[in-house]
């Protein structure tokens, strides 16, 4: 039953085929046999699921409760969850149990959803293979030598395992697409000030947005629906009306214009990875979607802007982390600077440091202009080719990764390796619109995932494309060998 | 660009942040990566481009200058490191 | 040497708002450490700031009444520094697009003389917390209450040439935030500090000297005390061929003198940007406008008018005027006396030297301006006299009832029935025979100095309650005989 979709599982839950209570019951235990291997959750909340779950039933007997009612999900260790330890894959916050509830996680919460635990991360989101967290590397469930993709790398494993029907994720510059791809799952990036970055625990806040990752778009439109909508917490959150995530799924995709831009297939890509795009793409085009190429030329520019920007922003994000009011402190302060010298030197990892020294040095006196305000008029170039590009097409498809997954420990070394990795995801959030990973293959046993990017507030079109193409297609129903196990 | 060990150990004094020795040798290295790879921006003419900031470009919600939170002091000094009377303490500050 | 001072002022007001500036936790001074913060002044994870509506509008408010352009596109941005009374780590204010931009004020001094003050901008900002020095176990403890309060921070020019003219500025400052509404003015509670940046330069040199800054003054003595302990201690140095030392400095009233901050002497490197949580301001002119149209009475306008309503001299307006509730008492008070030279030299005579004696605040004032008026009217008709009136006004201040009750317990009517006083005056000519024929036989310039003693003794007679105005005539004629 751990296969199923969000639709079925919630029929299933009103038939009383099964209790959600059995079912959360179904998910611990696959945890407690499969994380091990993965890793993938920091922590696991058994007690207040179980809790949560038998409140879901009795709300189904009563005839109530929305389709997410009962359903068990996993949360980003980012979200701050009341009463629950929020890490945010840091030693930094070890022992910090937050007095309060992110947006996101309250309205999936209201909407009777049942809480699994807390998955993995790269430390503070940073990080595209889940290497720098705090509590271990995770491992991809499709090959457990290979990493998978990060930051939200814990949220895509147990997606991918199921270890969860569905999870949360946040993409500030491909942290739920890129992970998607290397695990085989589906992952949407909503349009910035779509879903509330409130109780969020900011990297960098002009990019930063969370997102739902699960099997299938449909799952992914279940959760969005819960997840966005205007927020008078967040400055940033839009006021745009929201549309029905699952009506539009079904509409045919005759006449779809697709955009192929040309900087997405050049060197660096995988030629395998590329193939499979391409056959992908093809489908589409059985599906009635007629296929141009398109130019982004500032693509390559989106890698310096994007390493300005996000440093920058998080720099003086995480300065509120300092021993103070909740998180770790060094052990006999000498005083006041040893304690902020020293607390802040052993709470954050080493590429943690790395991009706040980044930052700090692009906002310092004399190189303000050369670094960040130059990154944010790239910006706008970057956005300005999207906006073009959008008024002749209506998404724009490629890759999401240059290659599959690759081995842990094989980028570690090479301080900018892993940056470029993120050439194709990174200019999705400077231009802030919304973008997808949807599984369109393999290349050997490791899945691939297509991007899919839209116009600003076009989630319902995206999903609608992505859901037409599962309808035709079984890449997003295939399951590793290691979750078959249990 | 390379920056040398004294930049590097000025800005973790900036960002607060304990480097020894070896650490900061080593961020001299991967910090002068990436400013070589931001570099690059230095190429580009951006003359007369407007920097973006928010994506959406949206301008400041305004909240109505009404009191909606109240004491919830022992919840949040349940995660302070010390604290002592309703205060959070730290080492000595001296002005 | 003959050393010119030049003086810069930033002035941190902080606005009356209800709630903070980012947040819906309460605002208030005196509550118990921390009780009045959420997630947004504790600099909490995830924590997210949204913009107070009320305090936009008192900035606007106060950019009008200094001439100011507004600015119709303003930006938070993020000052970054850490200190334990800044939980964010960063100051969210206003750097390159502040909220009211260039304006000026003319200030009046002492000696009637007016001088323009250019005021650089104003811009809103957030307060940081305080670091509480008791020991608590040889640590520091922080209280985050103030943090997120609402401030306008207003930056003058280097315009300013000396102390005197400083506190007249601070003092206008103060007058216009307190007539606006927009602070409670209460500097003893911390409502508005002063920066002052203070250098000196040989007198007829164009270029600046090397300034200090000295942080957070917060009275207006202090801030002359301030002053002038600087002025002499950058003088000293000057005049023994040493350098200033650009550096921040703070005042010690026990000891007058000014003194090194060691915290501050890590030279910082803010990293000035713009808050990315914190979207820009866009004004409409018609929000702007309708914020001027309902601007209050301002201090000068408030003393053209008492000059040109109630007739009062540009002296008394002025003083009348300074203060919004002494300019409030004033016209309360006059409402029932209707002669405003009377309650003018009432209120800034009798009524301020009460005031003083007690250090009270004039809305302290045991004696409020309804009926205080009511005496002042008992004088105007003659029921009392001035000296008697003095007698009442402090019964009233020790709280023995109104001025009615305390003439009446006290039978201190003034005596106006012309017969009453005929006959008085006939005895007291009675008795005083050798005078009266003095009198009578003196020359008519002799005669007015020794009328004096006439009035005396039917003063006397009277226990003071005898209408001089009614005495006066009917002696003068009776004297003649």
């Given at each position: 039953?751990?296969?199923?979709?969000?639709?079925?599982?919630?029929?299933?839950?009103?038939?009383?085929?099964?209790?959600?209570?059995?079912?959360?019951?179904?998910?611990?235990?696959?945890?407690?046999?499969?994380?091990?291997?993965?890793?993938?959750?920091?922590?696991?909340?058994?007690?207040?699921?179980?809790?949560?779950?038998?409140?879901?039933?009795?709300?189904?007997?009563?005839?109530?409760?929305?389709?997410?009612?009962?359903?068990?999900?996993?949360?980003?260790?980012?979200?701050?969850?009341?009463?629950?330890?929020?890490?945010?894959?840091?030693?930094?916050?070890?022992?910090?149990?937050?007095?309060?509830?992110?947006?996101?996680?309250?309205?999936?919460?209201?909407?009777?959803?049942?809480?699994?635990?807390?998955?993995?991360?790269?430390?503070?989101?940073?990080?595209?293979?889940?290497?720098?967290?705090?509590?271990g590397a995770v491992k991809n469930p499709w090959n457990l030598d290979t990493v998978p993709g990060g930051s939200s790398g814990g949220s895509a494993a147990v997606v991918a395992a199921g270890l969860a029907v569905a999870a949360t994720g946040t993409d500030t510059g491909g942290s739920i697409r890129q992970p998607a791809s290397f695990c085989g799952i589906t992952g949407l990036k909503p349009t910035y000030g779509r879903v509330s970055r409130f109780g969020m625990i900011a990297f960098a806040s002009s990019l930063d947005q969370g997102g739902p990752m699960a099997k299938s778009a449909e799952d992914c439109a279940h959760l969005l629906q819960t997840m966005a909508g205007?927020?008078?917490?967040?400055?940033?959150?839009?006021?745009?009306?929201?549309?029905?995530?699952?009506?539009?799924?079904?509409?045919?995709?005759?006449?779809?214009?697709?955009?192929?831009?040309?900087?997405?297939?050049?060197?660096?890509?995988?030629?395998?990875?590329?193939?499979?795009?391409?056959?992908?793409v093809k489908e589409f085009e059985k599906l009635g979607a007629t296929v141009k190429e398109i130019s982004l030329p500032n693509l390559q520019l989106s890698i310096p802007s994007y390493y300005v920007i996000a440093p920058s922003e998080a720099s003086s994000n995480l300065s509120r982390f300092d021993g103070v009011r909740f998180g770790h402190r060094c052990e006999d302060p000498k005083d006041l600077l040893d304690m902020y010298m020293r607390t802040r030197a052993e709470g954050f990892g080493g590429e943690v440091q790395k991009r706040i020294m980044v930052g700090t040095y692009a906002l310092s006196e004399g190189y303000y202009d050369a670094y960040y305000l130059k990154?944010?008029?790239?910006?706008?170039?970057?956005?300005?080719?999207?906006?073009?590009?959008?008024?002749?097409?209506?998404?724009?498809?490629?890759?999401?990764?240059?290659?599959?997954?690759?081995?842990?420990?094989?980028?570690?070394?090479?301080?900018?390796?892993?940056?470029?990795?993120?050439?194709?995801?990174?200019?999705?959030?400077?231009?802030?619109?919304?973008?997808?990973?949807?599984?369109?293959?393999?290349?050997?046993?490791?899945?691939?995932?297509?991007?899919?990017?839209?116009?600003?507030?076009?989630?319902?079109?995206?999903?609608?494309?992505?859901?037409?193409?599962?309808?035709?297609?079984?890449?997003?129903?295939?399951?590793?060998?290691?979750?078959?196990?249990? | 660009?390379?920056?040398?060990?004294?930049?590097?150990?000025?800005?973790?004094?900036?960002?607060?942040?304990?480097?020894?020795?070896?650490?900061?040798?080593?961020?001299?290295?991967?910090?002068?990566?990436?400013?070589?790879?931001?570099?690059?921006?230095?190429?580009?003419?951006?003359?007369?481009?407007?920097?973006?900031?928010?994506?959406?470009?949206?301008?400041?919600?305004?909240?109505?200058?009404?009191?909606?939170?109240?004491?919830?002091?022992?919840?949040?000094?349940?995660?302070?490191?010390?604290?002592?009377?309703?205060?959070?303490?730290?080492?000595?500050?001296?002005? | 040497?003959?050393?010119?001072?030049?003086?810069?002022?930033?002035?941190?007001?902080?606005?009356?708002?209800?709630?903070?500036?980012?947040?819906?936790?309460?605002?208030?001074?005196?509550?118990?450490?921390?009780?009045?913060?959420?997630?947004?002044?504790?600099?909490?994870?995830?924590?997210?700031?949204?913009?107070?509506?009320?305090?936009?509008?008192?900035?606007?408010?106060?950019?009008?009444?200094?001439?100011?352009?507004?600015?119709?596109?303003?930006?938070?941005?993020?000052?970054?520094?850490?200190?334990?009374?800044?939980?964010?780590?960063?100051?969210?204010?206003?750097?390159?697009?502040?909220?009211?931009?260039?304006?000026?004020?003319?200030?009046?001094?002492?000696?009637?003389?007016?001088?323009?003050?250019?005021?650089?901008?104003?811009?809103?900002?957030?307060?940081?917390?305080?670091?509480?020095?008791?020991?608590?176990?040889?640590?520091?403890?922080?209280?985050?209450?103030?943090?997120?309060?609402?401030?306008?921070?207003?930056?003058?020019?280097?315009?300013?040439?000396?102390?005197?003219?400083?506190?007249?500025?601070?003092?206008?400052?103060?007058?216009?935030?307190?007539?606006?509404?927009?602070?409670?003015?209460?500097?003893?509670?911390?409502?508005?500090?002063?920066?002052?940046?203070?250098?000196?330069?040989?007198?007829?040199?164009?270029?600046?000297?090397?300034?200090?800054?000295?942080?957070?003054?917060?009275?207006?003595?202090?801030?002359?005390?301030?002053?002038?302990?600087?002025?002499?201690?950058?003088?000293?140095?000057?005049?023994?061929?040493?350098?200033?030392?650009?550096?921040?400095?703070?005042?010690?009233?026990?000891?007058?003198?000014?003194?090194?901050?060691?915290?501050?002497?890590?030279?910082?490197?803010?990293?000035?940007?713009?808050?990315?949580?914190?979207?820009?301001?866009?004004?409409?002119?018609?929000?702007?406008?309708?914020?001027?149209?309902?601007?209050?009475?301002?201090?000068?306008?408030?003393?053209?008018?008492?000059?040109?309503?109630?007739?009062?001299?540009?002296?008394?307006?002025?003083?009348?005027?300074?203060?919004?509730?002494?300019?409030?008492?004033?016209?309360?008070?006059?409402?029932?006396?209707?002669?405003?030279?009377?309650?003018?030299?009432?209120?800034?005579?009798?009524?301020?030297?009460?005031?003083?004696?007690?250090?009270?605040?004039?809305?302290?004032?045991?004696?409020?301006?309804?009926?205080?008026?009511?005496?002042?009217?008992?004088?105007?008709?003659?029921?009392?006299?001035?000296?008697?009136?003095?007698?009442?006004?402090?019964?009233?201040?020790?709280?023995?009832?109104?001025?009615?009750?305390?003439?009446?317990?006290?039978?201190?009517?003034?005596?106006?029935?012309?017969?009453?006083?005929?006959?008085?005056?006939?005895?007291?000519?009675?008795?005083?025979?050798?005078?009266?024929?003095?009198?009578?036989?003196?020359?008519?310039?002799?005669?007015?100095?020794?009328?004096?003693?006439?009035?005396?003794?039917?003063?006397?007679a009277s226990q003071g309650k005898a209408n001089p105005g009614i005495v006066n005539p009917i002696l003068a004629k009776m004297l003649k005989g």
């Amino acid at each position: 039953m751990f296969e199923q979709s969000i639709s079925i599982l919630a029929q299933k839950l009103r038939n009383k085929d099964f209790s959600s209570v059995e079912l959360t019951r179904t998910f611990l235990d696959r945890i407690a046999k499969l994380d091990p291997q993965l890793n993938s959750y920091i922590s696991i909340s058994e007690d207040l699921a179980l809790k949560q779950a038998k409140a879901a039933d009795e709300l189904l007997a009563n005839g109530q409760g929305s389709s997410l009612t009962g359903i068990p999900v996993a949360h980003k260790d980012l979200f701050c969850t009341q009463g629950t330890l929020t890490t945010c894959g840091s030693k930094m916050l070890h022992n910090f149990v937050p007095p309060y509830e992110s947006t996101v996680t309250q309205r999936i919460k209201e909407a009777g959803a049942v809480m699994l635990g807390k998955t993995n991360m790269d430390e503070f989101a940073m990080g595209s293979s889940n290497e720098n967290s705090f509590y271990g590397a995770v491992k991809n469930p499709w090959n457990l030598d290979t990493v998978p993709g990060g930051s939200s790398g814990g949220s895509a494993a147990v997606v991918a395992a199921g270890l969860a029907v569905a999870a949360t994720g946040t993409d500030t510059g491909g942290s739920i697409r890129q992970p998607a791809s290397f695990c085989g799952i589906t992952g949407l990036k909503p349009t910035y000030g779509r879903v509330s970055r409130f109780g969020m625990i900011a990297f960098a806040s002009s990019l930063d947005q969370g997102g739902p990752m699960a099997k299938s778009a449909e799952d992914c439109a279940h959760l969005l629906q819960t997840m966005a909508g205007f927020d008078e917490k967040d400055s940033t959150s839009s006021e745009t009306e929201t549309e029905d995530y699952l009506t539009n799924l079904n509409t045919p995709l005759t006449g779809l214009k697709i955009g192929l831009p040309k900087e997405y297939f050049g060197d660096g890509l995988d030629s395998q990875v590329a193939e499979t795009i391409m056959t992908a793409v093809k489908e589409f085009e059985k599906l009635g979607a007629t296929v141009k190429e398109i130019s982004l030329p500032n693509l390559q520019l989106s890698i310096p802007s994007y390493y300005v920007i996000a440093p920058s922003e998080a720099s003086s994000n995480l300065s509120r982390f300092d021993g103070v009011r909740f998180g770790h402190r060094c052990e006999d302060p000498k005083d006041l600077l040893d304690m902020y010298m020293r607390t802040r030197a052993e709470g954050f990892g080493g590429e943690v440091q790395k991009r706040i020294m980044v930052g700090t040095y692009a906002l310092s006196e004399g190189y303000y202009d050369a670094y960040y305000l130059k990154a944010q008029k790239i910006r706008r170039l970057i956005k300005n080719d999207f906006v073009a590009a959008l008024s002749e097409v209506d998404v724009i498809m490629g890759p999401v990764a240059p290659t599959t997954a690759f081995a842990i420990g094989s980028k570690t070394d090479d301080p900018v390796a892993m940056y470029l990795e993120d050439i194709y995801t990174l200019s999705v959030n400077l231009a802030g619109i919304p973008a997808m990973s949807i599984p369109a293959g393999f290349v050997g046993d490791m899945p691939v995932g297509l991007q899919i990017m839209g116009n600003y507030f076009a989630e319902a079109k995206l999903l609608n494309v992505a859901h037409q193409f599962q309808q035709h297609t079984d890449w997003h129903l295939q399951t590793p060998t290691m979750a078959k196990g249990a | 660009m390379s920056i040398d060990k004294q930049d590097v150990l000025k800005i973790a004094h900036l960002a607060r942040l304990a480097l020894n020795e070896e650490d900061a040798v080593q961020y001299q290295h991967s910090l002068s990566s990436v400013l070589s790879l931001v570099e690059q921006m230095q190429s580009v003419n951006t003359d007369g481009v407007e920097p973006l900031s928010n994506p959406l470009e949206m301008t400041q919600r305004l909240r109505e200058d009404v009191v909606t939170e109240s004491n919830r002091r022992e919840e949040f000094l349940a995660n302070a490191p010390q604290t002592e009377a309703g205060l959070f303490l730290v080492p000595k500050v001296i002005d | 040497m003959n050393w010119e001072v030049v003086i810069g002022l930033e002035i941190h007001t902080q606005l009356s708002t209800k709630s903070k500036l980012f947040s819906g936790a309460a605002v208030g001074f005196g509550a118990e450490p921390n009780t009045q913060t959420t997630l947004v002044d504790l600099g909490m994870p995830g924590a997210l700031p949204v913009l107070n509506k009320e305090a936009l509008r008192m900035a606007v408010m106060f950019g009008h009444a200094i001439n100011a352009e507004i600015g119709m596109h303003s930006v938070f941005a993020r000052k970054n520094y850490f200190y334990p009374d800044l939980p964010k780590g960063y100051q969210t204010s206003q750097m390159d697009h502040p909220i009211v931009g260039k304006g000026y004020l003319d200030v009046m001094l002492d000696d009637g003389s007016t001088s323009r003050i250019g005021i650089t901008r104003a811009h809103l900002e957030e307060d940081a917390g305080k670091s509480l020095h008791e020991d608590f176990q040889g640590m520091t403890g922080i209280d985050l209450n103030r943090s997120s309060t609402p401030l306008l921070e207003i930056v003058s020019e280097p315009d300013i040439r000396s102390a005197k003219e400083a506190v007249a500025y601070v003092k206008m400052i103060h007058s216009i935030v307190t007539y606006l509404g927009i602070c409670d003015g209460n500097m003893a509670e911390g409502s508005m500090r002063c920066d002052i940046n203070l250098s000196l330069r040989p007198k007829g040199q164009e270029e600046y000297g090397t300034r200090t800054e000295i942080k957070n003054v917060n009275s207006f003595r202090f801030i002359e005390k301030a002053i002038y302990t600087e002025i002499e201690r950058q003088a000293d140095i000057l005049e023994d061929g040493g350098r200033i030392i650009q550096e921040t400095r703070l005042y010690d009233p026990d000891k007058n003198e000014t003194r090194s901050m060691r915290s501050k002497e890590d030279a910082n490197d803010y990293r000035y940007f713009p808050c990315p949580d914190l979207l820009p301001i866009e004004l409409t002119q018609e929000y702007v406008d309708q914020i001027k149209a309902n601007l209050p009475e301002l201090p000068n306008q408030k003393a053209a008018r008492f000059q040109e309503e109630y007739k009062l001299s540009e002296y008394d307006a002025g003083v009348l005027s300074a203060s919004r509730a002494m300019a409030d008492y004033f016209e309360q008070a006059n409402e029932s006396v209707k002669d405003a030279k009377l309650t003018a030299n009432w209120v800034m005579g009798e009524l301020s030297k009460l005031l003083n004696q007690e250090q009270l605040e004039i809305t302290q004032s045991p004696v409020n301006a309804k009926a205080f008026g009511e005496l002042l009217s008992r004088v105007q008709d003659n029921t009392i006299n001035g000296k008697t009136a003095k007698d009442v006004l402090q019964a009233m201040w020790n709280d023995e009832g109104s001025a009615d009750e305390i003439i009446e317990a006290k039978g201190l009517k003034q005596v106006t029935d012309t017969g009453a006083i005929e006959a008085m005056i006939q005895e007291i000519l009675d008795a005083n025979a050798t005078q009266v024929e003095q009198y009578r036989s003196a020359d008519p310039d002799k005669q007015k100095k020794m009328i004096g003693f006439f009035v005396g003794q039917v003063m006397k007679a009277s226990q003071g309650k005898a209408n001089p105005g009614i005495v006066n005539p009917i002696l003068a004629k009776m004297l003649k005989g």
